[in-house]
T-cell receptor, first 113, second 110 residues
Framework: GAGVSQSPSNKVTEKGKDVELRCDPI?????LYWYRQSLGQGLEFLIY????????KSGLPSDRFSAERTGGSVSTLTIQRTQQEDSAVYLC???????????FGSGTRLTVV | DAKTTQPNSMESNEEEPVHLPCNHS???????IHWYRQLPSQGPEYVIH???SNVNNRMASLAIAEDRKSSTLILHRATLRDAAVYYC???????????FGTGTRLKVLA
């Protein structure tokens, strides 16, 4: 597609359940990023993938969070044993290479009840 | 990472120019200045970026102070569609991780 696609757009889950959020970047973009935005806050960096390099996981808030990127394209962010403080909009972005021209998706709004 | 400071909110009348300021007093020589904006219920979108010289594109202009410790995003004629949160971000050449602050919420009055 022409843009970054994220699914689902909304997800409501019960506390303690695992969730998977998906990101389809723009074709050909080698860099992929995940950010989190809590209500009324700025964006919080989570993780960065660049080509075949080891990802920068420095922003992941706990070991309940993990992400993978298969075949240098689609990425999945997994949150295990969700907590209420995980409720936020999770945004994915891609760029042709690291550091320039991010294109963001519309995000997945996660609500943990 | 170098930090930016922006006003929390600003208002503008429709059809008038808007000047959104950003202070970055700790900027280093290799830091680029990027502006993104986030419309309601959307992810951020790229607006403009620059290093030392002023920049113009179809969306906006970026005026960079001579000492590079501040910059101003200029929307030449604000429209209701320009109501958004505007983020000023610094990134060093070779780095990739944008640090978003809380930005400036721009309200455009009809």
């Amino acid at each position: 597609g022409a843009g970054v696609s994220q699914s689902p757009s909304n997800k409501v889950t019960e506390k303690g359940k695992d969730v998977e959020l998906r990101c389809d970047p723009i074709s050909g973009h080698t860099a992929l990023y995940w950010y989190r935005q809590s209500l009324g806050q700025g964006l919080e960096f989570l993780i960065y993938f660049q080509g075949n390099s080891a990802p920068d996981k420095s922003g992941l808030p706990s070991d309940r969070f993990s992400a993978e990127r298969t075949g240098g394209s689609v990425s999945t962010l997994t949150i295990q044993r969700t907590q209420q403080e995980d409720s936020a909009v999770y945004l994915c972005a891609s760029s042709p290479s690291g550091g320039y021209g991010y294109t963001f998706g519309s995000g997945t709004r996660l609500t943990v009840v | 990472d170098a930090k930016t400071t922006q006003p929390n909110s600003m208002e503008s009348n429709e059809e008038e120019p808007v000047h959104l300021p950003c202070n970055h007093s700790t900027i280093s020589g290799t830091d680029y200045i990027h502006w993104y904006r986030q419309l309601p219920s959307q992810g951020p979108e790229y607006v403009i970026h620059g290093l030392t010289s002023n920049v113009n594109n179809r969306m906006a202009s970026l005026a960079i102070a001579e000492d590079r410790k501040s910059s101003t995003l200029i929307l030449h004629r604000a429209t209701l569609r320009d109501a958004a949160v505007y983020y000023c971000i610094l990134s060093s050449s070779g780095t990739y991780k944008y640090i978003f602050g809380t930005g400036t919420r721009l309200k455009v009055l009809a």
